[in-house]
């Protein structure tokens, strides 16, 4: 069965340091979307992304964040000067479409720790 | 603006038992509702979802949830654990009228399964 993937499964930075994380959908998908969850918070929105560029995007993703489809099959997060409240598990999605009913498929995520 | 809410942040049964995990929503329209599990280091994997079909729905491994809008629920039930069940379930809505149709997560469910 076809499914995310992501790498790395944990980045260490230092703070102050950018990190790029990386995310390939399942390939006939179209949508695109990351996630994050700071330990012991709930999953929270950060971006949705389709015809490349972002659909729609959270306040918590600011300039620090940017998307990038680099080519036909790989999706990045970079988060430029890492600060310690970035520390969590970013999940990446994909869903066939942007419709309600139609479900995203989640990767296992990275976690980053910035220290 | 749409939400969810889990009503346990903890659930313990023993194996052959019921399991019953609360989930309650509030939107100001027709939602499409989903639960996902997350087993430990896994990604998120879809169980179930809702979308103004059958209020009762069955999802994989003998979950099924039942749609009620009169008590804005949609809680997730099986009828006999068994120790693979024990991980963390999220309660999520799409939020249908903000362009992409992103996920907004409930703060999650932990289920213990005792043998």
């Known amino acids: 069965e076809p499914e995310v993937t992501q790498t790395p499964s944990h980045q260490v930075t230092q703070m102050g340091q950018e990190v790029i994380l990386h995310c390939v959908p399942i390939?006939?998908?179209?949508?695109f979307y990351w996630y994050r969850q700071i330990l012991g918070q709930k999953v929270e929105f950060l971006v949705s992304?389709?015809?490349?560029?972002?659909?729609?995007k959270s306040e918590i993703f600011d300039d620090q964040f940017s998307v990038e489809r680099p080519d036909g099959s790989n999706f990045t997060l970079k988060i430029r000067s890492t600060k310690l409240e970035d520390s969590a598990m970013y999940f990446c999605?994909?869903?066939?479409?942007?419709?309600?009913?139609?479900?995203?498929?989640f990767g296992p995520g990275t976690r980053l720790t910035v220290t | 603006a749409q939400s969810v809410t889990q009503l346990d942040s903890h659930v313990s049964v023993s194996e052959g038992t019921p399991v019953l995990l609360r989930c309650n929503y509030s939107s100001s329209y027709s939602p499409s509702l989903f639960w996902y599990v997350q087993h430990p280091n896994k990604g998120l994997q879809l169980l179930l979802k809702?979308?103004?079909?059958?209020?009762l729905v069955k999802g994989i491994n003998g979950f099924e949830a039942e749609f009620k809008k009169s008590e804005t629920s949609f809680h997730l039930t099986k009828p006999s654990a068994h120790m693979s069940d024990a991980a963390e379930y999220f309660c999520v809505v799409s939020d249908r009228y903000s362009g992409t149709y992103k996920y907004i997560f409930g703060t999650g469910t932990r289920l213990k399964v005792l043998a």
């Open positions: 809702y979308t103004s079909a059958a209020t």
């Open positions: 999605a994909s869903s066939e479409s942007g419709g309600a009913g139609y479900e995203q498929y």
């Open positions: 390939s006939n998908h179209l949508y």
């Open positions: 992304f389709y015809n490349n560029e972002i659909s729609e």
